[in-house]
């Protein structure tokens, strides 16, 4: 048995090891330019070492060495390399970027570097947390157990969420997926949110936070990556939230995480692979795109004894609503305990939110719920599906009712079944609440 003491030593080690610096300071030179990245030579340090290059009056811009070639080492500013010049000196800061934690980050938006964007000074935090995280042993780790109430009947009722889930939404683009978003973030039964934007429009940003985060702004940690950061600074941006999420795990709070979107954190790494000279393989995608996709969902989750969790929800883009074809989506789904498919057809009939609960599904959902909660969910799913498979006939006037029973059934609770579904955004809809809907919607309440 793995003791907590022991998991905080380990985590205490890994801390200790990625602020340790050379005390003997070193100085390399930029000797080349090659798109976004820079090629240093005259100092060693290993992959992932954060650096500071030398600017024009005694200013500094920090960059990461993402590899290295026979001679020298290969580094992406977080910032661009506009302004740098051949020559310039470099030097190596630490072995891995530590950024500081503390409560003092609920309420506020910061950037990909921790700057704030909120036009507030910068929050007071004192609690060193490594960029990339403590690995958990998965011996350790406490096991899924509860329900995560999200505040919203479809899900609660039908693919109920357990606590430290990971959770994929799959949705193209003009959905709905933003108002989900918002939805989940101000009912979600969490006591912190960690919102991660990656790759989002600017405009975006703010809207979310004033229109749809709102009441749940004071409990929650917005980290904003726009589309015109750097591929560096977009990936950092999602590491420093799921740092954030860990940091508040090991102070034994449940944490939501969201992370929009998972498809921009891997078209960054994409960049990143790409700029240093790895062989492109699934549409343009290096192969360690995947590993680092997998190795970023394993951060979430549920902690050791004595922790708290994380429940994670990463957003995936399918273009033309493809969810076979996108080799994110097919590496997603084989990670995660369980999808959320946004319906077009579903948006189109002012169905909202428009979740296909055919092909949306909940993995760990048998171990969570009663027995009679998932004997409703079952039935209303199979009413719901055949009445989907069948809709266009019913359409054209060629079903002629009693051929079917169950297609019978289907089409008189059709109506009941749909106001399981809807739900207006403003409105939190409990778990308890969800499955009372669910009865009355099959004819089977008390």
């Given at each position: 048995?793995?003791?907590?003491?022991?998991?905080?030593?380990?985590?205490?080690?890994?801390?200790?090891?990625?602020?340790?610096?050379?005390?003997?300071?070193?100085?390399?030179?930029?000797?080349?330019?090659?798109?976004?990245?820079?090629?240093?030579?005259?100092?060693?340090?290993?992959?992932?070492?954060?650096?500071?290059?030398?600017?024009?009056?005694?200013?500094?811009?920090?960059?990461?060495?993402?590899?290295?070639?026979?001679?020298?080492?290969?580094?992406?500013?977080?910032?661009?390399?506009?302004?740098?010049?051949?020559?310039?000196?470099?030097?190596?800061?630490?072995?891995?970027?530590?950024?500081?934690?503390?409560?003092?980050?609920?309420?506020?938006?910061?950037d990909a570097r921790?700057?704030?964007?909120?036009?507030?000074?910068?929050?007071?935090?004192?609690?060193?947390?490594?960029?990339?995280?403590?690995?958990?042993?998965?011996?350790?780790?406490?096991?899924?157990?509860?329900?995560?109430?999200?505040?919203?009947?479809?899900?609660?009722?039908?693919?109920?969420?357990?606590?430290?889930?990971?959770?994929?939404?799959?949705?193209?683009?003009?959905?709905?997926?933003?108002?989900?978003?918002?939805?989940?973030?101000?009912?979600?039964?969490?006591?912190?949110?960690?919102?991660?934007?990656?790759?989002?429009?600017?405009?975006?940003?703010?809207?979310?936070?004033?229109?749809?985060?709102?009441?749940?702004?004071?409990r929650s940690v917005v980290i904003a990556s726009p589309a015109d950061d750097t591929a560096l600074g977009r990936v950092h941006g999602a590491y420093r939230a799921a740092a954030i999420a860990e940091y508040f795990r090991d102070q034994g709070r449940h944490v939501l995480l969201v992370v929009d979107s998972l498809t921009r954190l891997a078209m960054a790494l994409r960049e990143i692979g790409l700029a240093v000279g790895e062989p492109p393989a699934t549409k343009g995608y290096p192969p360690s795109v995947f590993g680092a996709l997998a190795a970023y969902l394993e951060r979430a989750g549920m902690g050791a004894a004595g922790q708290g969790s994380i429940t994670g929800i990463y957003t995936v883009l399918v273009e033309g609503d493809d969810h076979v074809g996108d080799p994110v989506a097919d590496t997603a789904r084989s990670v995660l305990d369980g999808h959320i498919v946004l319906s077009r057809a579903m948006a189109e009939a002012a169905i909202y939110p428009p979740i296909d609960i055919t092909a949306s599904l909940s993995r760990p959902m048998p171990g969570l719920v009663e027995p009679e909660h998932m004997r409703l969910a079952s039935r209303f799913r199979a009413l719901w599906a055949r009445k989907q498979e069948k809709q266009d006939i019913i359409d054209l006037g060629a079903y002629a009712p009693g051929r079917d029973p169950l297609l019978d059934e289907a089409i008189r609770r059709a109506p009941a079944m749909e106001a399981v579904l809807r739900q207006d955004k403003n409105a939190g809809v409990t778990l308890a609440e969800s499955v009372a809907a669910l009865r009355v919607a099959l004819g089977e309440a008390a």
């Open positions: 048995m793995i003791t907590m003491e022991a998991v905080r030593a380990m985590a205490q080690e890994r801390v200790r090891a990625a602020l340790s610096v050379d005390p003997v300071r070193r100085f390399g030179r930029i000797v080349r330019s090659n798109g976004e990245v820079l090629h240093a030579s005259g100092i060693r340090a290993p992959v992932g070492s954060r650096c500071l290059i030398e600017m024009e009056a005694g200013a500094h811009l920090a960059a990461e060495i993402v590899g290295f070639e026979e001679g020298g080492l290969i580094l992406m500013p977080e910032q661009g390399t506009r302004g740098v010049m051949r020559g310039a000196r470099v030097r190596v800061e630490g072995s891995a970027h530590t950024p500081l934690m503390g409560p003092a980050l609920l309420g506020r938006v910061l921790g700057a704030p964007l909120d036009g507030l000074p910068p929050p007071a935090v004192s609690h060193p947390w490594p960029l990339m995280g403590v690995p958990l042993n998965p011996m350790a780790r406490e096991r899924l157990a509860k329900p995560f109430d999200v505040g919203v009947s479809a899900i609660n009722a039908l693919t109920t969420f357990g606590r430290g889930m990971r959770v994929g939404l799959f949705a193209g683009s003009g959905v709905g997926k933003t108002t989900l978003l918002g939805m989940l973030a101000r009912h979600a039964q969490a006591d912190v949110v960690v919102l991660a934007m990656i790759g989002e429009r600017g405009r975006e940003i703010r809207e979310f936070i004033e229109d749809h985060l709102a009441a749940a702004r004071p």
